[in-house]
């Protein structure tokens, strides 16, 4: 199993971004894809996922309002369109796989996971 995020970059305050996930070796359309992301000196922290079931979405606080998540099954890949980007959004951004279809916000729930992406948002 392989999950190969890209898309991170910098960006101003106020812009967006947009991260991709692209999955292999595994079923896509049944595990649930969730994002991640890590700061300098935190723990890693859960951000938003959606489940594979009903297509129901999960996010954190901090998310909310200001970042989408998407999937496209035909191409194995889940998307995260951030917009409105502040300096805390700044991290390196992990993709995930769980085969869990209802709301899971714990790394431990996941099985695969992603190298992860860097996004700098600068102020």
């Known amino acids: 199993v392989q999950l190969q995020a890209s898309g991170g970059g910098l960006v101003q305050a106020g812009g967006s971004l947009r991260l991709s996930c692209a999955a292999s070796g595994l079923s896509f359309s049944i595990y649930t894809m969730g994002w991640f992301r890590r700061a300098l000196g935190t723990e890693r922290e859960f951000v938003v996922a959606?489940?594979?079931?009903?297509?129901?979405?999960y996010y954190a606080d901090s998310a909310k309002g200001r970042f989408t998540i998407s999937r496209d099954n035909a191409k194995n890949t889940v998307y995260l369109q951030m917009n409105n980007l502040i300096p805390e959004d700044t991290a390196v951004y992990y993709c995930?796989?769980?085969?869990?279809?209802?709301?899971?916000?714990?790394?431990?729930?996941?099985?695969?996971w992603g190298q992860g992406t860097l996004v700098t948002v600068s102020s």
């Open positions: 995930a796989a769980t085969a869990y279809h209802t709301d899971r916000r714990a790394a431990r729930d996941y099985t695969y």
């Open positions: 959606q489940s594979y079931r009903d297509g129901t979405t």
